[in-house]
């Protein structure tokens, strides 16, 4: 079993930077891929970028590429999002997510809720315009 803890959310203006980290604990995770996901009010919870287990392979939703940046430091057991030009419509719960896969065939996979098997509790994240 592996227990993932989010935190570095909170209130932050348009226009600015947060950076979330995920904490993995009770096994080691550096050979999953991982993801983050968010879920505003009232709406589904989404795929917001993905990480290959040796950190070469990565995959943003359109909404947030070339904004974020998802990064993995295996020696902590940590994922990080990177967060820059945040935006009102940015405002969610993020939530980081795990699966003991080594390897998924596309980037299309790493989109699927069903394929992790380990989620976090979840950080808010509000953007102020």
């Known amino acids: 079993q592996v227990q993932l803890v989010e935190s570095g959310g909170g209130l932050v203006q348009a226009g600015g930077s947060l950076r979330l980290s995920c904490a993995a604990s009770?096994?080691?995770?550096?050979?999953?891929?991982v993801g983050w996901f968010r879920q505003a009010p009232g709406k589904e919870r989404e795929f917001v970028a993905g990480?290959?287990?040796?950190?070469?392979?990565?995959y943003y939703a359109d909404s947030v590429k070339g904004r974020f940046t998802i990064s993995r430091d295996n020696a902590k057991n940590t994922v990080y999002l990177q967060m820059n030009s945040l935006k009102p419509e940015d405002t969610a719960v993020y939530y980081c997510?795990?699966?003991?896969?080594?390897?998924?065939?596309?980037?299309?996979?790493?989109?699927?809720?069903?394929?992790?098997?380990?989620w976090g509790q979840g950080t808010q994240i509000t953007v102020s315009s």
């Open positions: 990480l290959g287990w040796s950190g070469s392979s990565t």
């Open positions: 009770g096994r080691t995770f550096s050979s999953y891929v």
């Open positions: 997510a795990a699966t003991e896969r080594r390897y998924l065939s596309s980037g299309y996979f790493y989109t699927l809720l069903n394929v992790y098997e380990y």
